[in-house]
C-alpha cells in the first residue's frame, strides 16, 4: 500500500505517525491511501485565523557574494579523548560517531576537516591505536584532520616526533596542517615571547612532516590582548601557516560565572563575536591578511560557553539557533570555516558538546558505544549543513521585522535557493513574507522544539534523534509545500523556531 498526502513532501510511515503542519492560510490537506484494491482519500482542513505580519523578507537572487567552502563546517575534540569518542582502532571504530559526521556530510558538505586538539605533552596518545581509528574515519567518510602537537612544554623534539607519529598515521591528506599548542596565549609571558618560541619550533615541525604546514597561533579568543599582533603574525610567519586559527567561546561558566537563561537567542551572543574579525574602532581587522596571504582562517574551536558550558543554556534547544546565526555570521564576513568543539570524554560531561557516548570495554578487549547524548546542537549544525550545499554562495537580504528575527540566504549551484528563518523571540509568532520574483514552488522544512530551555522534544523536518541508538534521524522527515502569491511566499514563524525555505528556480 501506499500512503500520499497533500500539500506535503511525504506521508507518515506508519498509521500510527502524525505529521505536524503550520500553515500561514487556511489549508485543506488530503490523505490518499492506494493498495491493489483501490484507493481511497480523507481529508482535513486546518482553519488558520489571520494575523499580522511579524517580518518581509527580501532576497537578491542576482548579487551572490562570499562563497562558503564545502568544508566550512565541521567539528573538533581533544586527542585524548579520541578512545571515547572515535574508537581504539581501525578495527574498533565507534559506528555512532561515524554516522553523526556522516549525517553532516550528506549535503555535499566534505570533506569534513575536523579539528583534533593536542594534549600537551602526553604523547602516549599519538602512539595508540585512535590514530588508526582517525585514518579509518578518513577512509570511511573523506575526513580530513588538522591535529596538535605539545607546545606547552616548550620542547622542540618532544613536538616534532608527535609530528612525525601524527604523518606515520595519517597518511596522504588525511593530515592538512600540525596544530602547535593549544591556546599559547594563556601560557606565554607576552606576544615576543610566543613568536621567539614559534619562529623555533615552526620550521622543524614542518621539516619533521615533510613539508606539512601549520595551523596558528590557536590563541584562546578573539578579544585576546595578542590579537593585536594577528596581522603581523600572518604576514611574516605565512610561509609556515596552513589554516590560521582562533579560537571563540560567546559566554563563560568560569569561576562560578553564569550567563542568563536566554543568553544564546540574544544578539550580542553573536555580533559581538565577529566584530574584531572586521575591525570595528581601535581594532585592526584580521581577515584581509590571511586572505592576502592566500591563507584560509578558521575559527578552530567554537561554542556556546567555556570551561565546559553551562547546564539548561549549552545544551538547550537555544544553542541550536545561535550555532546557525553564528555559523553564517562567521560566514558573511569571510571565515573560511568554523570547528564546533565536541569534547567527549565520559569522566567529564560537557553541556555544549554536540553529541557523546558511553563506551564500555568488552572482556575480549573491543569497546561498544552507546549514544550518552546528542544535544539540540547537533540540530543547529545539521540544518546549518542543509541550508549551505551544494557549492552555496550567501545571497543579500533585507530583513524588516521589529522582533528577534534573523534571515540567512544562499544560492547553490543548480540556482536553489535556501532561505533560513530564525526566530530568536520568545513571543512574536506570525507569517513572514519573502519576496522573490521568478522562481517556484518552494518547500519549509521546520526545527522545532517544545520551548528555548527544551533539552529533549527537538524535531527537525518531523525526525529527531531522542531515541537514536545508532546515529540515524527517528521518524519520517517531511517538509511543507507552498506557492508564491504576484512573486512572494509567504510562510508562518512559530516563536523560538527555524524554518529552512528550499525555493526552486
Known amino acids: 500500500m501506499s500512503v500520499q498526502l497533500s500539500n506535503v513532501t511525504a506521508a507518515p510511515a506508519t498509521s500510527s505517525a502524525s505529521v505536524v503542519v503550520t500553515p500561514a492560510a487556511t489549508t485543506t490537506y488530503t490523505l490518499t491511501a492506494t493498495n491493489a484494491s483501490g484507493s481511497a482519500q480523507q481529508s482535513a482542513t486546518v482553519t488558520v485565523t489571520p494575523a499580522s505580519q511579524i517580518a518581509g523578507?527580501?532576497?537578491?537572487?542576482?548579487?551572490?557574494?562570499?562563497?562558503?567552502?564545502?568544508?566550512?563546517?565541521?567539528?573538533?575534540?581533544?586527542?585524548?579523548?579520541?578512545?571515547?569518542?572515535?574508537?581504539?582502532?581501525?578495527?574498533?571504530?565507534?559506528?555512532?560517531?561515524?554516522?553523526?559526521?556522516?549525517?553532516?556530510?550528506?549535503?555535499?558538505?566534505?570533506p569534513l576537516l575536523i579539528r583534533e586538539l593536542a594534549d600537551g605533552g602526553n604523547s602516549d596518545v599519538y602512539s595508540a591505536g585512535n590514530l588508526s581509528a582517525l585514518s579509518q574515519v578518513s577512509r570511511d567518510l573523506g575526513a580530513q584532520f588538522f591535529a596538535g602537537v605539545d607546545f606547552v612544554d616548550d620542547d622542540v623534539a618532544t613536538a616534532t616526533g608527535e609530528a612525525e607519529q601524527l604523518v606515520a598515521g595519517l597518511p596522504g591528506n588525511q593530515l592538512q596542517a600540525i596544530e602547535l599548542g593549544n591556546e599559547p596565549d594563556l601560557y606565554e609571558a607576552d606576544y615576543?615571547?610566543?613568536?621567539?618560541?614559534?619562529?623555533?619550533?615552526?620550521?622543524?615541525?614542518?621539516?619533521?612532516?615533510?613539508?606539512?604546514?601549520?595551523?596558528?597561533?590557536?590563541?584562546?579568543?578573539?578579544?585576546?590582548?595578542?590579537?593585536?599582533?594577528?596581522?603581523?603574525?600572518?604576514?611574516?610567519?605565512?610561509?609556515?601557516?596552513?589554516?590560521?586559527?582562533?579560537?571563540?567561546?560567546?559566554?563563560?561558566?568560569?569561576?562560578?560565572?553564569?550567563?542568563?537563561g536566554d543568553y544564546l537567542l540574544t544578539e550580542p551572543a553573536v555580533d559581538g563575536d565577529t566584530q574584531p574579525l572586521t575591525g570595528p574602532v581601535g581594532i585592526p581587522p584580521y581577515l584581509p591578511a590571511a586572505k592576502q596571504a592566500g591563507i584560509p582562517f578558521r575559527i578552530g574551536e567554537l561554542n556556546s560557553i567555556n570551561c565546559g558550558g553551562q547546564v539548561g543554556v549549552s545544551n538547550s534547544f537555544s544553542s541550536a539557533l545561535w550555532a546557525m546565526d553564528i555559523s553564517f555570521s562567521y560566514a558573511n564576513v569571510g571565515v573560511s570555516g568554523v570547528n564546533f568543539f565536541a569534547p567527549g570524554d565520559p569522566n567529564t560531561p560537557n553541556a555544549y558538546t554536540p553529541f557523546d557516548f558511553t563506551?564500555?570495554?568488552?572482556?575480549?578487549?573491543v569497546t561498544t558505544y552507546a549514544v550518552r547524548n546528542i544535544n539540540p546542537l547537533y540540530y543547529g549544525l545539521l540544518l546549518f549543513a542543509q541550508s549551505v550545499q551544494n557549492n552555496a554562495q550567501l545571497l543579500p537580504v533585507t530583513l524588516t521585522t521589529q522582533a528577534n528575527i534573523k534571515a540567512w540566504a544562499t544560492i547553490d549551484a543548480n540556482q536553489t535557493i535556501r532561505l533560513l528563518l530564525l526566530n530568536k523571540d520568545q513571543s512574536a509568532s506570525g507569517p513572514v513574507s519573502v519576496a522573490l520574483s521568478g522562481y517556484q514552488q518552494a518547500t519549509v522544512t521546520r526545527l522545532t522544539a517544545p520551548s528555548y530551555s527544551s533539552t529533549t522534544g527537538v524535531t527537525l523536518g518531523g525526525q529527531t534523534f531522542d531515541g537514536s541508538v545508532d546515529g540515524t534521524a527517528q521518524g519520517t522527515a517531511y517538509a511543507e509545500i507552498t506557492q508564491p502569491a504576484g512573486g512572494v511566499y509567504t510562510i508562518a514563524l512559530p516563536s523560538v523556531s527555524a524554518a529552512l525555505v528550499t525555493i526552486q528556480p
Open 57 to 110: 523578507v527580501q532576497v537578491d537572487a542576482m548579487s551572490a557574494t562570499e562563497p562558503i567552502p564545502a568544508n566550512f563546517l565541521s567539528i573538533g575534540q581533544t586527542m585524548g579523548d579520541t578512545l571515547a569518542m572515535v574508537g581504539t582502532s581501525s578495527t574498533n571504530v565507534n559506528p555512532i560517531y561515524e554516522q553523526l559526521l556522516r549525517n553532516l556530510a550528506q549535503y555535499g558538505n566534505a
Open 192 to 260: 615576543s615571547d610566543y613568536l621567539a618560541q614559534y619562529q623555533e619550533f615552526a620550521p622543524a615541525l614542518v621539516s619533521a612532516s615533510g613539508g606539512i604546514k601549520l595551523s596558528a597561533p590557536v590563541w584562546a579568543g578573539l578579544s585576546s590582548a595578542f590579537m593585536n599582533n594577528l596581522d603581523s603574525f600572518i604576514s611574516t610567519q605565512a610561509s609556515t601557516i596552513a589554516i590560521v586559527t582562533v579560537h571563540h567561546y560567546s559566554g563563560t561558566a568560569c569561576n562560578g560565572s553564569t550567563e542568563p
Open 359 to 365: 563506551p564500555t570495554v568488552g572482556g575480549n578487549g
